[in-house]
């Protein structure tokens, strides 16, 4: 909780989830633009790890900033990964439906565990569920490695 009263921790969820909602149609023309769903993809991640590693250390505005700044990726960064799947050649239009439904699954059963995880923490340390959740977005940059590349930049030859 951090001393904060439950109204200012809502507002601060709010413009979380409202900045994500802004930001989601000029990420993914930026996107588009640059040929490659990993210039947005790596950059949403590591701001999103800095953000939430950072929580816990700070107070004030700052906390705001933080919150303002992992939020700005957040949809535009499903917006991506869900492009990236549907253009995967190999994956084709024949098992584009299940790919898409295996990722949505999953992503659902990962924000059914992860809060109640996350703040099962709280109990040990107050910052502990926003160490947790930056772990789980290293984990989520550590596979984007293993995922290829699908933008058109990534179709030019030379």
């Known amino acids: 909780k951090r001393g904060w009263t439950g109204v200012s921790a809502d507002n601060t969820m709010a413009i979380f989830y ?3 909602t802004i930001s989601v149609i000029p990420l993914s023309s ?12 790596y950059p949403a991640l590591l701001l999103t ?3 939430f590693s950072l929580i816990p250390y700070v107070d004030g505005i700052v906390i705001w900033i933080l919150m303002i700044l992992a939020g700005m990726f ?3 960064f499903m917006s991506a990964i869900i492009t990236l799947l ?19 699954t999953i992503a659902q059963l990962g924000g059914v565990i992860s ?8 109990g040990i340390n107050p910052g502990l ?3 947790f959740w930056a772990a ?11 995922i290829k590349e699908t933008g058109w930049r990534s179709k030019k030859t030379i």
Do not use: C, H, W
């Open 115 to 122: 809060p109640p995880l996350g703040n099962s923490l709280a």
């Open 86 to 104: 549907l253009e995967t050649e190999e994956i084709g239009q024949a098992y584009s439906g299940t790919a898409l439904g295996v990722v949505f």
């Open 30 to 41: 930026i996107s588009d633009r640059l040929g490659s769903r990993k210039l947005i993809l």
């Open 136 to 146: 789980l977005s290293l984990a989520a940059m550590i596979t984007l490695i293993f």
């Open 74 to 76: 957040m949809d535009g």
């Open 129 to 131: 569920p926003f160490i």
């Open 49 to 51: 790890i800095i953000s």
């Open 18 to 20: 409202g900045v994500s």
